[in-house]
């Protein structure tokens, strides 16, 4: 039976195994994935995991609990699980008191979205990185495989999502150390355009044989590549567009919101679900919406789930409980990337940033390392790699009043987080030319 | 308890493989999670997750499967992928493991206070409501929130030399939040959450002092909206437990891990700036530094008799009086540097293999209490509480902040500051530790959140501490 047969059956199940008043959410989760990791351009470790979840909302008199669980795969156990966690459900609310923040949706909406375009050989993959790679030192990660999400509620929505992809990312280590990243990711491989990305790479590596050049601390002219702008963004997705953070005052971009504060007119950033790797639903059942986060610099859609909705009364946009964005899209500028070094003139080009935290949060503060392909840049042109270096500063500045210009392409990043299971998120990013970066250490 | 061990081993032993070793790793994990936000309950989170993982040698090449179906066919069909994967990609295979030596060891082990059972449902969402309430009527108080979580885990390690590894564990994380604003300043502080969870029972509560304490969270939540910055310069710097233990994690922990010397997580979690070479020779520190892998603490978040390779577990000096002894590293990359290292090797859940982790790794105590800490310093800040965190790849160029600052001058604790942060190279700072807390400062706590690995990992790891004292460290407050 394929995934979604299970899924759909279980939905069954449920439908036949509740009571009058009950009502149920159940959200699925599956994958099959090939995980390769490599060191010295050999495999370290191989392996697979086939694993799938269901997460069951009960809801009674405006009480509501859920739990996860784990399937078997055998569709007689599986359903005998979800009655056995129905029941455990059941016993549950009886201790729980009216949820005054309970809002489901209870619109019958349907979505589907199957992509099955077939993924290549692992071992013609491990081949393929195995010839590039023969004599450098790499080191990085392949996992690939289907994903499948669905969603069914009581009130008759039923959402399916299947993706078939692959994500290899990876670094190429100079022995002086110093290494550069890169990834290719989608879901149709092409050998030939995966020997054009890791030309690149090796390309780049090879400026890092010059000796390190030290920096002092202070204030330095900088280029934020795409991925570096990722850390930079993903950190303030970290409760920073959440209702519920903005609410409680504990979202890094409260003073943009509150309007005391704005970012530079060149930043606009969406939270772009069309078009998007991820599902068109929410694990509460929500339909994810487009949203205007960020609008000329300034504050604008929230990402609202449905207790936020209910308890702040604004409108649950298919954000999940968390509210972080998952497909975030920031607006290109005009800056061609044949002309990034010449406009950079003296100073950092960065590649990649690496373990972003808050200096202090309500000031959207942050600070972090230079980590993977991090240049010093003299008149525009490449003098030399530069030695890890911290970096502490304002959003307010770096994407404000330091911020020069942005690039006209930008780059589509594909997570590459497996924590618990592979996940969907992306986002699409251009570079940005900052006049000054604060350097502490 | 082991519900599953007699079947489970009796398909072990019906498995069919070619390899000259496979192992079975089982677990079961069920789970509860309950918090109150301004005093309303939030819906309980339940869970339930079983799964194994079969992981085989075949010709010296290793390969692993994770499978949700436990049935005969089941583990079978894992297994024979698991020889797929071994057979297929042995011509890139980095290791050739033929001579490793494999666990053979039967045991079990508990948690303290299994067998006792745990507070109700209903009683615990009461405690929590309880603790919400008692959180005082201010409007500058905008959020609180206070949490329970409860974790059960079993694992059950067979593997055709013989071995039957068991462990049951529980697992409980109480905790405790409090914003205020001001209007144009939030200040957090907060009791537990991550910062705290043990092995146990009920008592575990009580461990973290969260009954009674909202009162106290609150007045501080409340004194730091109305605090000064940190000043920045160098000064005396006093570490609370509550932040040694992420002082000991980022810029202790992780760089002994001894695969990331050996290169495997250069292209994500990083590498080392301790070199395989260094153990028996660097000075890591001051001569009162002295740090214990020690899984033999009951309560402690990552007590257990065997890792999750089968390697006996026991305390080991990996720095004794500064000088580095040992690393973080398990059986298989102990084969793989050939030196000692300890029962580390450790996996997040059934679907993720074991790697180097850190499990209890602590800091001895010394012989001065609180009160002499505070009397040896002129010019210096206390901080207690992590919010923040960053080092580099290498766990050299470090910078840490926390909720909570007071002052020390000549002696004496004087001021509260907010936005406390100080800074440092892992490589010096220990150096400038001058002076260690005795057992009346020692505290066992953890944090359910390491993330390490590809596949990506997050793991329970416990770490105890007295207070300690670091010299002329370079500390800064926030622009706020």
């Not at chain 1, 030192?137 to 009130?155: C, H, I, T």
Request: charged share 20%.
């Amino acid at each position: 039976m394929s995934h979604q047969q299970q899924f759909q059956a279980l939905v069954e199940t449920l439908k036949a195994a509740i009571d009058g008043q009950e009502r149920f959410t159940l959200a699925y989760n599956a994958e099959e994935s090939d995980f390769i990791r490599f060191n010295h351009a050999k495999v370290r470790q191989v392996g697979h995991v086939q694993q799938a979840s269901v997460t069951l909302k009960l809801i009674d008199d405006e009480r509501h609990a859920d739990v996860q669980l784990t399937l078997c795969g055998e569709g007689e156990v599986d359903a005998q699980r979800l009655i056995d966690a129905l029941q455990q459900l059941r016993s549950t609310l009886t201790l729980l008191t009216k949820d005054p923040y309970l809002k489901p949706n209870t619109e019958a909406w349907q979505n589907s979205n199957v992509q099955d375009v077939p993924l290549p050989d692992s071992q013609h993959v491990v081949e393929q990185i195995a010839r590039l790679a023969q004599g450098l030192d790499l080191v990085g990660f392949y996992a690939a495989g289907p994903l499948y999400r669905g969603f069914a509620s009581s009130w008759g929505a039923l959402g399916w999502h299947q993706a078939n992809s692959f994500n290899f990312d990876w670094s190429l280590f100079h022995e002086n150390g110093q290494a550069v990243k890169a990834n290719y990711a989608g879901h149709e491989w092409s050998d030939a355009a995966f020997a054009q990305r890791f030309a690149l790479a090796r390309e780049q590596l090879e400026f890092l044989g010059k000796p390190l050049k030290t920096l002092a601390p202070g204030q330095y002219r900088a280029y934020l590549a795409p991925a570096a702008m990722d850390e930079i963004i993903g950190m303030l997705s970290w409760g920073g567009f959440s209702a519920q953070s903005l609410a409680t005052k504990t979202s890094p971009l409260q003073r943009l919101y509150s309007g005391d504060a704005q970012l530079s007119p060149l930043v606009s950033i969406d939270e772009q679900v069309s078009g998007s790797l991820s599902p068109a639903f929410s694990g509460e059942g929500y339909p994810r919406k487009d949203l205007a986060l960020i609008m000329n610099g300034q504050g604008r859609e929230q990402l609202v789930g449905s207790a936020s909705a209910a308890e702040y009364g604004l409108q649950a946009n298919g954000a999940e409980p968390w509210e972080s964005p998952s497909s975030l899209s920031m607006a290109a500028g005009s800056l061609a990337l044949e002309q990034i070094l010449q406009k950079l003139g003296t100073g950092l080009y960065i590649g990649n940033l690496w373990y972003l935290n808050y200096s202090d949060q309500s000031a959207a503060r942050l600070t972090g390392m230079t980590r993977f392909a991090t240049f010093w840049v003299e008149d525009g042109k490449i003098q030399a790699p530069v030695s890890t270096m911290r970096f502490d500063d304002s959003v307010y500045s770096l994407l404000g009043s330091a911020l020069e210009e942005l690039t006209a392409d930008r780059e589509l990043i594909l997570s590459t987080n497996t924590y618990s299971q592979r996940q969907t998120a992306s986002s699409h990013l251009p570079g940005a030319l900052i006049s000054k970066l604060t350097l502490t250490l | 308890m082991f519900d599953l061990s007699a079947q489970l081993s009796q398909r072990f032993a019906a498995l069919q493989s070619r390899a000259q070793f496979y192992s079975l790793r089982y677990v079961r994990q069920t789970s509860q999670h309950l918090c109150v936000r301004k005093n309303v309950a939030e819906p309980p989170h339940l869970s339930s997750d079983e799964g194994a993982m079969l992981t085989v040698r075949l010709n010296g090449v290793e390969a692993y499967a994770a499978t949700r179906d436990l049935s005969q066919r089941g583990l079978q069909a894992a297994l024979e992928q698991a020889e797929q994967h071994a057979s297929r990609l042995a011509p890139h295979a980095l290791l050739d493991l033929s001579d490793q030596p494999v666990a053979t060891a039967r045991a079990d082990y508990l948690s303290p206070h299994l067998n006792d059972a745990f507070a109700p449902l209903a009683d615990c969402i009461a405690l929590l409501m309880s603790e919400s309430n008692a959180v005082p009527k201010d409007e500058r108080l905008v959020n609180w929130q206070v949490s329970l979580g409860l974790e059960n885990v079993e694992q059950i390690y067979l593997n055709n030399a013989g071995a039957q590894i068991r462990r049951a564990q529980r697992f409980v994380y109480p905790g405790m939040t409090v914003t205020a604003f001001d209007g144009s300043d939030s200040q957090t502080r907060s009791l537990g959450r991550d910062n705290f969870g043990q092995q146990g029972g009920a008592e575990v509560i009580s461990n973290c002092g969260l009954v009674g304490s909202a009162a106290q969270v609150a007045d501080q939540a409340l004194q730091l909206i109305m605090a000064p910055n940190t000043p920045n310069g160098p000064r005396d710097l006093l570490l609370m437990p509550d932040q040694m233990i992420l002082q000991i994690h980022e810029s202790i922990g992780h760089p002994l891990e001894l695969d990331r010397i050996l290169g495997d997580e250069r292209n994500y979690a990083g590498t080392s700036f301790v070199k395989a070479s260094d153990f028996g020779h660097l000075q890591y520190g001051s001569e009162l530094l002295n740090v214990t892998f020690d899984p033999e603490i009951p309560e402690q978040l990552a007590s257990y008799s065997h890792d999750d390779d089968g390697t006996p577990a026991s305390k080991q000096f990996l720095i004794r009086n500064g000088l580095l002894e040992r690393p973080l590293g398990g059986a298989l990359s102990q084969f793989r540097a050939d030196m000692p290292g300890v029962a580390n090797s450790r996996a997040s859940n059934w679907n993720r293999p074991p790697i180097d982790r850190m499990a209890n790794l602590n800091i001895e105590p010394g012989d001065e209490s609180l009160e002499q800490l505070i009397g040896g310093i002129e010019h210096g800040v206390l901080m207690s509480t992590n919010r923040s965190w960053s080092i580099d790849d290498a766990r050299n160029k470090f910078q840490f902040g926390c909720e909570w600052g007071q002052l020390i001058e000549n002696g004496e604790l004087k001021g509260v500051v907010k936005n406390p942060n100080y800074r440092a190279i892992s490589a010096q700072f220990w150096k400038n530790l001058s002076a260690v807390g005795d057992a009346s400062t020692f505290k066992v706590l953890g944090t359910p959140n390491c993330g390490k690995g590809e596949p990506n990992q997050v793991i329970r790891v416990g770490h105890a501490s007295p207070a300690c004292v670091f010299k002329q460290v370079d500390v800064f407050g926030g622009d706020a």
